[in-house]
């Protein structure tokens, strides 16, 4: 999947591949890029940023999004099959999206859109009905857009107000 859009913080027409991360260079980038706009933005620490299945494993896919040059820009996850039950109420027919993050330099180029694209595909491609997440208020707009609805009260993460939203496939 690659985006081609402009903005403020990056050169018109900056060009950038959305693609399923590959091995630990590729899992690296992901996390570079989470702590960026996690850590060190919304200062959520570490020790609540990373888990389990941040590790390479068969019911967990990492996207990143890479600009011409390799630079990461952005990074998503979808769990599926046993790890997503807890989040998505049970059901084995739904995945999980979480971890979504565009570095502040690639805001407004169609990054976020293209990761939520690509964890649906992988969705699609592992048999999923639908997906869940949980979205920080301030991105329920954001993923409205999408075709997300959300549902159920208001929950707190690392001290961060979200709410469970869901689109079927």
Avoid: N
């Amino acid at each position: 999947m690659t985006g081609d859009a402009s903005s403020d913080a990056a050169p018109v027409g900056l060009p950038y591949t959305v693609r399923v991360a590959d091995g630990p260079a590729d899992r690296e980038a992901c996390f570079a890029v989470r702590r960026e706009v996690f850590v060190a933005e919304q200062q959520v620490p570490e020790e609540l940023e990373y888990d389990a299945y941040d590790a390479e494993g068969l019911d967990t896919v990492h996207v990143l999004a890479v600009s011409g040059d390799g630079r990461p820009l952005g990074t998503g996850r979808l769990l599926h099959g046993p790890p997503a039950l807890e989040r998505t109420g049970g059901d084995p027919a739904v995945g999980s999206l979480g971890r979504l993050a565009v570095s502040r330099a690639a805001r407004g180029l169609g990054v976020g859109a293209a990761l939520v694209r690509a964890i649906e595909d992988a969705a699609r491609a592992r048999g999923l009905a639908a997906v869940d997440l949980h979205a920080q208020t301030q991105a329920l707009g954001f993923y409205e857009r999408l075709g997300y609805a959300a549902y159920g009260p208001e929950l707190q993460d690392a001290g961060i107000a979200h709410r469970a939203m869901r689109k079927p496939l």
